[in-house]
């Protein structure tokens, strides 16, 4: 779990503290400081973020702040991300300046003179042009300042994040990292068949994020209402839920561990899993720690949810 100048090495599990935006529950602030510590004590030192994010990068920063003496900065890899600063495209900003400005915003709210991996967030709300032109050659800029160690992009559609990998291969300067989420899951493992073709590109981290597809395959709280899944998919996922209620299991830890099963051959470099608070860090590192689901009503379990969701494989929503 170190980090160099120029390689990541990544735990299997990622801290994703998109969580900490209040999106999906209350953030105790408190509550999340125990759970940024209790993550590096268990060896999940990968932190995702982003100024969308509401207050995220502030209580993320504020947390590794306070621990600096017993998580010294070179111990955990940090990643957040710009252009996307609001929930319309009205609310991107793309531009070399506002990339700029970004990081600098970043940097301060995360305590740190360097960031470890900066992403275009959900390039998709902006033109190509935008983020090839414009973002990414900031990114690269202060990456050869060593401000910044690794540059990517994130979004959902995948087509429009191979065609930013593609673009970037041709003209010599491949991206580093490209982070997908809610595409290898119980409903939707589309990413799989992308990621060769990522790689084929150059692209040296490819992160998955989001094993529970936005609280969509969660039993203790209903998704949000904002989630852009149709009623279709929602009903199904309500059905999944009684079934595992049904059998005595949570489906949070049938689909992470779906997720994590599925990547045993390293074809991510690490998943993202949504964090609030150290209860859920600890029982995340459990069932990471589990392996494969053997139990054989765990195991029939989730042939049935993958016979649930079939109907939903190659479907996929608006971006958010």
């Not at 990456?143 to 191979?162: D, E, W």
């Amino acid at each position: 779990m170190t980090v160099t100048d120029q390689v990541l090495i990544l735990p299997k599990l990622g801290f994703g503290a998109g969580a900490f935006s209040g999106r999906y529950n209350e953030i105790d602030e408190k509550a999340a400081a125990e759970a940024v510590k209790e993550s590096f004590d268990l060896g999940i030192n990968y932190y995702d973020t982003s100024p969308y994010y509401n207050s995220s990068e502030t209580i993320l920063g504020n947390a590794l702040h306070a621990l600096r003496d017993e998580m010294p900065r070179e111990r955990y890899v940090l990643s957040t991300k710009v252009g996307r600063y609001g929930a319309t495209p009205a609310d991107c900003d793309y531009s070399r300046d506002r990339v700029m400005a970004s990081v600098t915003e970043s940097l301060r709210r995360l305590h740190t003179d360097y960031l470890d991996v900066v992403l275009c967030h959900d390039v998709e709300f902006v033109s190509l042009a935008e983020v090839t032109d414009q973002a990414l050659p900031a990114l690269y800029d202060l990456k050869s300042q060593g401000i910044v160690r690794q540059v990517g992009i994130s979004g959902y559609p995948l087509p429009t994040l191979l065609r930013i990998a593609e673009i970037q291969h041709d003209c010599g300067t491949p991206l580093d990292v490209v982070f997908s989420y809610c595409h290898f899951n119980l409903h939707n493992r589309q990413f799989q068949d992308y990621a060769p073709r990522f790689r084929a590109f150059g692209v040296k981290y490819l992160i998955n994020a989001s094993p529970l597809s936005m609280g969509l395959l969660r039993a203790s709280r209903d998704p949000p209402d904002w989630h852009p899944a149709n009623d279709a998919l929602r009903a199904a996922a309500r059905e999944a839920v009684a079934l595992c209620r049904k059998r005595g299991l949570d489906i949070a830890e049938l689909a992470t561990r779906f997720s994590l099963d599925g990547n045993a051959d390293g074809m991510f470099d690490t998943t993202v899993l949504g964090i609030s608070n150290a209860h859920e860090i600890r029982q995340a590192v459990e069932w990471l720690n589990a392996g494969p689901v053997t139990d054989p009503v765990a195991t029939e379990t989730l042939q049935d949810l993958l016979e649930i969701f079939r109907p939903f494989e190659a479907y996929t929503w608006p971006s958010p």
